[in-house]
């Protein structure tokens, strides 16, 4: 049995697309899974008597009385807020009572009380937010997406290893190609941490590292470097280039229907959108805590739940937490040797 | 009579697009301009000679015997190579020959040659590269583009003022609206730069600043501020989502063709791409040094050179060093009032 506990409060348009997105997934994964619906009983019950399709057997309500909002400040509400769905959701999982936690509430807050519950794995200094971006082919992952603001080198080469194990085992690539975001190829590019951090992750073992890269190697098929798997950069950069990026594909997207609205109805154009739909990659993980926990935007879509859902349960199956754990302790032992 | 320089030697493909840009160039330019070619003049007349259409009595060449790389270090280059067109160029505005210097060459030559030549206007710290983005409305100018990798808050202020004159001078807004670029708009977000930027600015008299601004507002018309003129940024920050932003265009075009490929051929779907192209624009302003610098794209098209040409004369016909020279002055005697 794989228990995914799902904080049915947190988006923007909760729990209607939160619901929904359950409704999807359990149509698509397997009978071992159990969603723990973590919100308002009453609020929960009557969503789901909107969605008749979904086997009840599957579910599970979690009360959780209280929601943190998404202007509230994540180290006061986490502390203030004990029975709200984040923090109820993610003592489950310390509790040994749920596999996975799936919350598209306030970011900081799930970021900090996952650090404080779960707590970090061995040698991670910093959970970071590990975001998908779409490409042509399989998706890059981005850390920090914008969690960390500012990180220092030491902190950059270990999101190099998180996002590694994270594409290994969710995407299946055997050797992940990492890349360092800077403003040049050449080795002295850069600000002070940049250069310090690509002088780290040369002499970093167990690392498939190619060096800097620039803004527009990030997307796959047009580097110089083939594919670029993880692409690690602080939260400030990642955050702005991940947003930026969505507000290319809603300008492509307005383009297309100032000048040529006829195409879009056609499915082949269709396919080009969605491919730059981010709805579809779901969630983010939250890497190097002890568990498993995906981020959703705050807007997300009932797909966007969906598939959120999915890469929680393909998490824990693959044993994410556990393959992270072996790669700091293989880290902090060859240290020391 | 417009007089202005062209480093015919410094881009990729030089100095065939260089000259076929300028053939562009003159079919739109007023009968008042003149073209000085600035580099070997055996390679120009061979290229002149491949352009009949070209009226030879509007163009000027101007003798440079060495190019500057875009692999050699900036300051050692143009100690070194005196004659190169770079230099020479330079060299001509500084000497009251010439009003305007358009290159697609080396950026950080470009940069260090016209500070040190053309020298920087009082009160100002730093110039800096504003880079025009397309939108699907007026382009949005994003300052620094690349050029300065770490900025202190009171430059990234100044940049503010810089990128306001430009917009006023070359885009015709009488208010030019400016954002400083960051990941969340409340005021306590950001890095320790941001933040004190974000609070210079908020004091600062004559410029219509609305705030923190995040990733997805740089492109107008999906913005809860409506069309955003200047973005302010690092040069770490500009450059990364400057480069990635051609990259997304790329990206665009092969999604087409893979799935799509007959619309292709469309003249509305055309302009859609038309829209994403960098070349339209031209050349990015190196702005704050006394008078007017133009740099191109090293991967410039024809049409991306012959726009520029027309930046450079728009310019100098709308009295932009001038204007920048009067907004610090005023800066200066405010600030000692």
Redesign the interface.
């Known amino acids: 049995m794989i228990r995914i506990a799902l904080d049915v409060m947190g988006g923007d348009n909760a729990p209607a697309v939160e619901i929904e997105g359950v409704s999807r997934a359990l149509a698509e994964l397997g009978e071992d899974v159990l969603i723990q619906l973590v919100g308002l009983p009453s609020v929960i019950e009557a969503e789901l008597a909107r969605h008749p399709e979904l086997d009840r057997s599957r579910v599970e309500i979690v009360e959780a009385t209280e929601v943190i909002g998404q202007a509230d400040k994540p180290l006061v509400a986490i502390r203030r807020k004990q029975n709200s769905s984040i923090v109820l959701g993610l003592g489950l999982q310390k509790a040994g009572k749920s596999d996975a936690f799936v919350s598209s509430g306030n970011t900081g807050a799930i970021l900090a009380a996952s650090t404080l519950l779960l707590r970090l794995h061995s040698g991670v200094e910093r959970a970071t937010v590990a975001t998908p971006f779409p490409?042509?082919d399989r998706p890059v992952v981005v850390l920090d997406g914008?969690a960390n603001?500012?990180c220092s080198p030491r902190e950059l080469q270990s999101f190099a290893y998180l996002g590694s194990v994270y594409v290994r085992d969710i995407l299946r690539v055997a050797e992940p190609v990492v890349g360092l975001?800077n403003?040049g190829e050449e080795d002295e590019k850069?600000?002070?941490v940049t250069k310090e951090a690509h002088r780290l992750l040369q002499e970093s073992d167990g690392l498939n590292y190619i060096g800097n890269i620039?803004?527009?190697?990030?997307?796959a098929?047009?580097s110089k470097f083939g594919h670029v798997d993880v692409v690690v950069?602080d939260?400030?950069?990642g955050?702005?280039?991940?947003?930026?990026?969505?507000?290319?594909a809603?300008?492509?997207l307005?383009?297309?229907k100032?000048?040529?609205p006829d195409?879009l109805e056609?499915d082949?154009?269709q396919?080009?959108f969605r491919?730059?739909d981010y709805s579809q990659y779901g969630g983010a993980p939250l890497l190097g805590v002890k568990g498993v926990v995906i981020i959703c935007h705050g807007s997300s879509s009932a797909n966007a739940i969906k598939n959120a859902l999915r890469v929680a349960v393909q998490a824990v199956e693959a044993g994410l937490s556990d393959h992270i754990a072996a790669t700091f302790s293989a880290r902090e032992a060859a240290s020391q040797a």
Not at 239 to 248: G, Q
């Open positions: 490409t042509a914008g603001v500012d975001l403003i850069g600000n002070a620039e803004g527009n190697d990030m997307i098929g047009h950069c939260g400030f950069v955050n702005i280039v991940l947003k930026f990026y969505e507000s290319v809603r300008l492509v307005r383009l297309v100032d000048n040529a195409i056609r082949d154009v396919e080009v491919v730059l």
